[in-house]
């Protein structure tokens, strides 16, 4: 069943009292709609529904869950309504807002704020290799105030990633798509494995998960930076633990960004989980440290880059 794709409901269909307008998005675990409420203001539905476990077959509304996944078809519900519970009780700009939550069609849906712009994965998609350091602390810095309020709140995001990174037409960014929830749950039941993109996830998310903590969520922050950089994500944490093929930011971009910002991406990537930053408090206070010298400036040319290299290997500035 494991590589199944789910209908989506309808467009036109009634769900309570929202009307589905269109699919947004189809993931492993989920699908994303847009939806009107009552008043016609457009909304985000969020249907669980995870597709190791879950069948919907085109023109049904109910999806079919064999016998043997009943249990942790429903065990997963159980952690999705809760990280709903719980992200309901968050209000920060730099979260996305959760209106509403409840149950129908026999599994459960997360309303949500319908944001206006696109992922962040979209805008590294575009510029890759050309996306300045300015952008770059205006985005973290915003991100990480509301990265903050969820720490504050005791719940951690753990799928800190460019595809859950959204940026409001406006700039600001937006937090999306806790999957605390999904990893609790791939503990426990292998059917719902955790859908995490390799590269962002730090090495105690793969193994000793009661290490798990802040800086973990600062990890996945480093690897988004770097991602920034790089343009794709940085290698695996369970393979750095074997063979660390990563280069570090400070190396692989000297010259084209501030010293600065390369040795805060290198210090959030130390598989180490005390090495890094502890706190989203003391990531914060590096970023904004320093930052009124910032280059604005995009990546020196390969040309620049070269001389830089061999000024550095002859040792002359
Ligand atoms: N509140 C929202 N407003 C606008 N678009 C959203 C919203 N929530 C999710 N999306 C879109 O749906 C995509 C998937 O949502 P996400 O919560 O990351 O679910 P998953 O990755 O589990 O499928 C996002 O990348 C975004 O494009
Ligand atoms: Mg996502």
């Known amino acids: 069943m494991a590589s199944q794709v789910n209908s989506p409901l309808p467009p036109g269909f009634q769900l309570e009292q929202y009307r589905i307008e269109q699919q947004l998005s189809l993931g492993g675990f ?3 709609y847009l939806a009107t409420d009552a008043e016609a203001r457009p909304v985000a539905i969020k249907e669980y529904l995870p597709n190791s476990l879950a069948l919907r077959k085109a023109g ?10 009943q249990a942790a078809f429903r065990y997963g519900m159980k952690c999705f309504f809760e990280e709903g519970r719980s992200l309901a009780k968050l209000m920060h700009p730099n979260v996305v807002r959760v209106l509403n939550f409840f149950r129908a069609n026999n599994t459960v ?6 944001e206006r712009g696109r992922t962040l994965q979209d805008f590294i998609q ?23 309020e969820v720490h504050a709140h005791k719940l951690l995001h753990l799928d800190i990633k460019p595809s859950n990174i959204y ?17 609790t749950l791939a503990q426990d039941t292998p059917m719902l494995k955790p859908m ?3 590269g962002f996830a730090p090495p105690e998310q793969f193994q000793d998960r009661e290490h798990l903590g802040p800086w973990s969520d600062i990890y996945s922050i480093g690897a988004a930076m770097y991602a920034c950089l790089a343009g794709c994500p940085p290698q695996r944490s369970d393979e750095r633990l074997k063979k660390d093929q990563m280069e570090p930011a400070t190396k692989r971009w000297s010259g084209d960004y501030s010293p600065h910002l390369l040795e805060t991406i290198d210090w959030c990537l130390n598989l180490d989980p005390l090495a890094r930053p502890q706190s989203v408090y003391a990531l914060q206070k590096a970023l904004l440290t320093r930052a009124r010298h910032v280059p604005n400036k995009t990546p020196a040319s390969l040309l620049e880059r070269v001389g830089n290299r061999l000024r550095a290997l002859i040792g002359r500035s």
């Open 30 to 32: 989920s699908i994303v």
């Open 60 to 69: 049904e509304i109910e999806p079919q869950i064999t016998e043997e996944h």
């Open 109 to 114: 849906y997360m309303v949500m704020q319908f």
């Open 126 to 148: 575009r510029n890759k290799g050309h996306i300045k350091e300015r952008f770059i602390r205006g985005v973290f810095t915003r991100l990480l105030n509301g990265l903050r």
């Open 167 to 183: 940026l409001r037409n406006d700039g600001a960014p937006v937090l999306l798509d806790f999957g605390a929830a999904r990893q």
């Open 196 to 198: 995490y993109t390799p």
